[in-house]
């Protein structure tokens, strides 16, 4: 796990992400041009958080905005680990805007857990 970069950890979550992880609210939402993280960015966030965020001093982040929610990872030195960024395609994202929160569970969520299962099931050397 702490050989893990940033940019592993987070194909890592992009890689094991899939529909049936997705709430039903968000799976509502989405449409077919919509980019594949579309949805995911709690879920996205919680497990980059639990396998390598945590550790180096990242905070879960949450941006708002009339009937949409933003998660992402942040650090006080300004960096910022989004794995759902992509979903922006070329809208900047306002991160100054987000406000540090913690996540619904202390621990990995259930949908956090399985969606960390399945990255150890694809390539058992990740967490």
């Given amino acids: 796990m702490s050989t893990l970069t940033k940019r592993s950890a987070m194909r890592a979550v992009q890689e094991a992400l899939s529909d049936d992880l997705m709430s039903p609210e968000w799976l509502e ?8 993280t ?26 708002s905005g009339p009937g949409w929610t933003h998660w992402f990872l942040a650090r006080d030195d300004g960096r910022i680990a989004d794995p759902t960024a992509g979903q922006w395609k070329d ?15 202390r621990h ?13 099931a694809v390539c058992p050397s990740r967490p």
């Fill in 29 to 36: 939402k989405r449409k077919p041009d919509d980019h594949f």
């Fill in 38 to 63: 579309f949805g995911h960015c709690y879920l996205a966030a919680e497990a980059l958080f639990h396998i390598w965020g945590r550790q180096r001093g990242y905070v879960p982040v949450v941006l």
């Fill in 108 to 120: 990995p969520s259930r949908r956090c857990r399985m969606l960390m299962a399945r990255m150890r």
């Fill in 91 to 105: 809208e900047r994202i306002p991160y100054e805007r987000g406000r540090r929160t913690g996540f619904l569970t």
